[in-house]
């Protein structure tokens, strides 16, 4: 009877997870095609909200795409340098700047 109640939970928690990652990645994929960049802030902050809410990590493809401090996402004109194993990326709306490994 336990098993039967801890297995039905899990798999409810797991579908859960699996909605909330289809609401970030077609929120992610609204956010990159809308122009206006105030609407595409509004949809990552839900997404993040999204991600907090329902304990989710958002995959680290879509992480790396926008600014942590701003949530735009980086544009033509963000700075991107490579140098020893760092990647860095410098916002074009804040300036924040983002150093990510990459070895």
């Known amino acids: 009877m336990i098993k039967v109640k801890r297995q039905k939970r899990e798999h409810e928690k797991n579908q859960l997870k699996d909605i ?10 609204l956010a990159r ?7 595409s802030r509004r949809y990552i902050e839900i997404m993040q909200g999204i ?15 926008y600014c942590k401090k701003c949530s735009t996402i980086y544009g033509g004109k963000s700075l991107i340098r490579l140098k ?4 860095s990326v410098k916002c074009n709306q804040c300036g924040y700047l983002r150093r990510i490994p990459y070895r």
């Open 84 to 87: 020893n194993g760092i990647l």
């Open 20 to 29: 909330g990652l289809s609401r970030i990645n077609g929120l992610f994929d």
């Open 33 to 39: 095609t809308v122009n206006e960049p105030i609407l």
């Open 51 to 65: 991600g907090t809410r329902m304990d989710i990590t958002i995959p680290r493809q879509i992480k790396r795409m």
